[in-house]
């Protein structure tokens, strides 16, 4: 249920945020946006499960044997990036269209084109993080998602941007904090109820404190980053108007409110974690929170696929 109604934000997305603004809708931006999504939701798991792994592994009495981690998500995940990549690659292949065939993609040209070479990186690490995945070493994915992050980080900011290097400087933070953010919760979660059955609840406790004081320096950053990268776009006498008169506007104010609501579950569940007689009581607002999550997720996705606005 989830994963269909984050796979429709992208989708109808762009004609919903375009509706009234007068702003032309590129051909294709759904099965973008969708390709951008699967992408991001890609990265973030196996980064979060590295993540959250790591932590666990600090944990007093916690198993971190094979009985004590939940079975990886990494292989598919890296498997979907690689298609999902394969995807975009060909759209850049075709000069940003969508191709109607293979005769359309122009695969050579690719190499003739900063964003051909990204767009490679990008194939070819989704690629490399499945090897390692699947690998006795799948701690070694780290460098590939590395090399996924940062293409991403210089695709967003094309060398015309006005300083796009800080622009990809911004990016880099951000999506690195989110996907450790929003795959670190949803690793967590799939740990504890591995554990819930096994271990004592204090280790259960534990993990989720640890993880709670990681994500509120991750929401202080990805916040930051965030409004930082906005005003960038939309300058602050412009910003009021241009979150309801454009489509890109539309879709960040979304964004926002997601995140406002995901801050507020998070909360919820740092004050059952601390307060509440059965710590695990926090698992509810936190399940709720994988859920909006996904949808900032599918909402990121949607933004990569809708014109960036005017600087007016």
Not at 1 to 9: K, S
Not at 67 to 92: H, K, Q
Request: include cysteine; aromatic fraction near 6%.
């Amino acid at each position: 249920m989830l994963v269909a109604l984050a796979g429709l934000v992208p989708l109808l997305g762009p004609s919903t945020a375009l509706h009234g603004t007068g702003e032309a809708r590129a051909p294709g931006a759904g099965g973008i946006a969708l390709l951008r999504t699967v992408l991001f939701a890609a990265l973030c798991i196996p980064v979060g499960e590295l993540f959250v792994n790591r932590l666990a592994r600090s944990v007093p009495g916690a198993e971190t044997g094979p009985r004590g981690v939940p079975r990886s998500w990494s292989p598919c995940a890296a498997a979907a990036g690689f298609l999902a990549a394969l995807g975009l690659a060909s759209v850049v292949a075709t000069g940003n269209l969508v191709p109607d065939g293979l005769s359309d993609v122009d695969v050579g040209g690719l190499y003739a084109s900063r964003d051909g070479k990204l767009a490679l990186l990008e194939v070819n690490a989704f690629l490399v993080a499945w090897l390692c995945a699947v690998s006795a070493r799948p701690v070694t994915q780290v460098w590939p998602l590395a090399a996924v992050i940062v293409a991403e980080a210089l695709r967003a900011h094309p060398t015309t941007e006005h300083t796009p290097l800080t622009g990809s400087g911004l990016t880099l933070v951000h999506l690195t904090c989110a996907a450790l953010w929003a795959g670190g919760l949803l690793h967590a979660l799939r740990t504890l109820r591995l554990w819930r059955g096994r271990q004592a609840t204090e280790a259960g406790a534990a993990l989720l404190g640890r993880y709670a004081r990681v994500a509120a320096v991750l929401l202080a950053a990805i916040t930051a980053t965030g409004v930082w990268s906005s005003l960038r776009r939309m300058p602050p006498e412009t910003v009021l108007e241009q979150l309801t008169a454009t489509a890109y506007g539309r879709a960040l104010l979304t964004k926002v409110l997601l995140v406002a609501a995901v801050a507020a579950l998070a909360l919820w569940a740092r004050r059952r974690l601390r307060r509440a007689a059965d710590p695990l009581t926090a698992y509810v607002p936190a399940r709720a929170e994988v859920v909006v999550l996904g949808l900032v997720v599918a909402v990121s996705g949607l933004l990569t696929a809708l014109p960036v606005p005017i600087r007016w």
